[in-house]
């Protein structure tokens, strides 16, 4: 069974490699305490990249 945070890696991958130019930037949206930052840590742990974690 693949875990959220797999396939959101997944698609990540896809989509970045798409892109022609490097560094790609990645937006999380949502309201506080629901996890975003756990969720880009997540992903990101699995493709190798960094996380610029900020609230407004």
Do not use: I, N
Request: a negative charge; hydrophobic letters at 40%; proline letters at 2%.
């Amino acid at each position: 069974m693949t875990s959220t945070a797999d396939f959101a890696a997944e698609t990540l991958r896809a989509l970045v490699s798409a892109v022609d130019r490097q560094p790609v930037l990645v937006g999380v949206d949502g309201q506080g305490g629901t996890g975003r930052s756990t969720s880009a840590r997540s992903v990101v742990g699995s493709l190798g990249r960094a996380v610029v974690a900020g609230d407004d």
